[in-house]
């Protein structure tokens, strides 16, 4: 027996998104979300996200901004301990980036 598949004749086309999602989606990386988080709220593939991610370099502006954080709230008194407890870092990453705002400060 031969079965009849049945076609639309649309192909497989590629979802488009908005210039308004990708900055959603960068804006919610920046903040600390993972891509499986920011895949969830955006609707939009993790890979997608991901290639955004890479070729945008959100990685290095999202390091900038939190060795910022960082430095801004050991400045204003808190200990590494308690910096890690607000930003949900470990102590030792909190220590690597505030060693490196500090450098980029006295540089």
Same mark, same amino acid.
């Given at each position: 027996?031969?079965?009849?598949?049945?076609?639309?004749?649309?192909?497989?086309?590629?979802?488009?998104?908005?210039?308004?999602?990708?900055?959603?989606?960068?804006?919610?990386?920046?903040?600390?979300?993972?891509?499986?988080?920011?895949?969830?709220?955006?609707?939009?593939?993790?890979?997608?996200?991901?290639?955004?991610?890479?070729?945008?370099?959100?990685?290095?502006?999202?390091?900038?901004?939190?060795?910022?954080?960082?430095?801004?709230?050991?400045?204003?008194?808190?200990?590494?301990?308690?910096?890690?407890?607000?930003?949900?870092?470990?102590?030792?990453?909190?220590?690597?980036?505030?060693?490196?705002?500090?450098?980029?400060? &006295? &540089?």
């Amino acid at each position: 027996m031969n079965k009849k598949v049945k076609t639309t004749g649309k192909l497989n086309q590629r979802n488009t998104y908005t210039l308004e999602v990708k900055a959603n989606a960068k804006r919610l990386y920046l903040i600390g979300l993972t891509l499986t988080e920011i895949s969830k709220i955006t609707e939009a593939p993790v890979r997608t996200i991901e290639k955004w991610q890479i070729a945008e370099k959100w990685k290095e502006q999202r390091e900038t901004t939190l060795g910022k954080k960082i430095l801004d709230l050991h400045l204003s008194g808190k200990t590494y301990k308690d910096i890690s407890a607000i930003l949900n870092k470990s102590t030792p990453t909190i220590w690597r980036y505030l060693k490196i705002a500090r450098n980029e400060v &006295n &540089n």
